[in-house]
């Protein structure tokens, strides 16, 4: 229906008198099936990108209820119900000063519908997988045990989380910091959230035309296109209407970020770096997060759980000052404590 619309350029049979009923009934299919694209969309969880379409559409036809009513949900889904409720008062306003009536009975119970929070009106779940078609589980096995980032966690649920926040969030942070392991132990805990699938991949030694390749395999994708380009289409295609997860592990620069990013609005993406990403937060509005080392107590914590009960109070204390808060150096140090630990006495 876009490229349809697309299609439309200026007034039909423009200055032709004898087409004026023509030329009408071409206007009104064409609002009509601007209407019908719009409800397709909003449906589609594209409520954002639609209310100012909606908005001038309204301001072109301003007795068509049915856009009005468009707007309002798509207002109301975008989190801005005061602005839905305006909506209503305004055309409620505006009808009775032009031909004095109400609105009509379906404008009427949206708002009614609007003032109650009725969950009905929220929109519906993204579609599931069709019959047959894998929903791929990429995610690495956590690593146990798990200590602290509640914090880290915490900001985790909020960005991805939020309908309104972009769909990427870059950890970045010195090496063996803990950035896999905060991300695929999120991933873990959300997967639900995600019923379409997890998508993982290392990139630290690929490119992403190959791991394109394997997500697309991965999302049941039989003939995958040569062409760059016809590929970077379909893998968007793929993932524009579903709720999906990817992790990108060990990105070194955007440009290997930027292509694997999903083209839906349900999707998320994390993505962990040593360096800071900037480019993908200026082109793309990811949110970011610096990972620091564990704090003394979550330190301590997890070097009891690795070797207190086996190796003492020194051991502990002597990881937590040797490892710095580096979770790594940390399980390192631990491995080492152990090997030394169960060789014989020479």
């Not at 049979?13 to 009923?21: K, N, Q």
Request: proline share 8%; with cysteine.
């Amino acid at each position: 229906m876009r490229d349809a619309l697309a299609l439309w350029r200026g007034q039909p049979f423009e200055d032709i008198r004898g087409l004026r009923f023509d030329a009408a009934r071409m206007a009104e299919s064409r609002l009509e099936a601007l209407e019908t694209c719009l409800e397709l969309e909003i449906e589609l969880g594209r409520h954002h990108q639609v209310i100012p379409e909606l908005l001038a559409l309204v301001a072109e036809s301003p007795f068509r209820e049915r856009v009005r009513a468009q707007l309002m949900l798509a207002q109301y889904r975008a989190g801005r119900r005061a602005d839905a409720l305006r909506t209503y008062q305004e055309t409620r306003r505006y009808l009775l000063e032009q031909i004095g009536l109400e609105p009509g009975p379906a404008l009427r119970r949206l708002h009614e519908q609007i003032l109650r929070d009725e969950s009905a009106l929220m929109r519906p779940p993204a579609p599931r997988p069709a019959a047959g078609r894998p929903v791929p589980s990429q995610l690495p096995p956590q690593v146990l045990p798990f200590v602290g980032r509640d914090r880290e966690l915490a900001t985790l649920d909020t960005i991805l989380g939020s309908a309104r926040a972009p769909g990427a969030m870059v950890l970045c942070g010195a090496a063996g910091v803990g950035k896999t392991t905060l991300a695929v132990h999120w991933a873990h805990r959300q997967a639900d959230r995600f019923p379409d699938g997890q998508l993982y991949a290392d990139m630290s030694a690929t490119g992403p035309a190959p791991v394109m390749d394997r997500f697309l395999r991965a999302l049941g994708v039989q003939e995958i296109p040569a062409d760059p380009a016809e590929k970077l289409a379909l893998y968007r295609s793929c993932t524009a209407r579903i709720r999906l997860l990817v992790v990108l592990d060990g990105a070194e620069d955007s440009d290997q970020v930027l292509p694997l990013l999903p083209g839906g609005p349900d999707c998320r993406v994390i993505v962990t770096s040593a360096n800071p990403l900037d480019d993908l937060v200026a082109r793309q509005g990811a949110n970011r997060a610096f990972l620091q080392p564990l704090a003394d107590d979550a330190a301590r914590h997890l070097a009891d759980l690795l070797v207190g009960g086996a190796l003492g109070p020194q051991a502990v204390a002597d990881l937590v000052v040797t490892s710095r808060g580096n979770p790594l150096s940390l399980r390192l140090g631990a491995a080492r404590l152990h090997s030394r630990a169960g060789q014989p006495a020479a």
